[in-house]
């Protein structure tokens, strides 16, 4: 999940989790000091604690791993889905929408209402009338940048 209102970037002692220039909600794994407040305060359960001993990267991954692409896994901090920033930033596709092997998953720029899977671009805010897309739990005001659409009945 990803939320324009967080509550988990309120309450962050330290300030590992934050938003990038891009509005998105990302951990600094380096800062993080494993105090679950995050996790308390996402009503969505979109965070997870690493309890024990990661499988470790070489160092030179170690040395490469930002927020953006936290590619090592420390033991005692909290993660989440960064959507692949890093691969948004170089607009390629997260690795899940990618690999969906169904093509359900769709990613995209709100401000340029356009949503892509591998096979399509589509119009975002067309697609969301059409279909009816609603945002799940909506209602708490944490303005989640997540959309669902409902199943077809074909």
């Not at 305060?41 to 470790?56: E, K, M």
């Not at 692949?84 to 209402?113: K, M």
Request: hydrophobic content about 30%; some cysteine; charged content about 20%.
């Amino acid at each position: 999940m990803n939320c324009q209102n967080a509550p988990c970037v309120k309450v962050c002692p330290v300030g590992a989790t934050f938003y990038d220039e891009e509005g998105v909600v990302l951990i600094d794994n380096e800062l993080c000091i494993g105090c679950r407040y995050c996790m308390a305060a996402c009503p969505y359960g979109a965070r997870y604690f690493n309890w024990g001993d990661p499988n470790q990267a070489s160092d030179q991954a170690i040395a490469e791993s930002t927020p953006e692409f936290a590619n090592t896994h420390l033991k005692g901090v909290v993660e989440k889905c960064d959507f692949c920033a890093h691969l948004a930033r170089d607009g390629t596709l997260p690795s899940c929408v990618a690999a969906c092997p169904n093509s359900v998953l769709y990613y995209g720029d709100l401000a340029e209402d356009a949503v892509s899977n591998p096979n399509e671009t589509i119009s975002f805010s067309e697609t969301l009338k059409r279909k009816h897309g609603y945002r799940f739990w909506e209602e708490l005001g944490t303005e989640p940048r997540v959309y669902y659409l409902p199943p077809r009945r074909d």
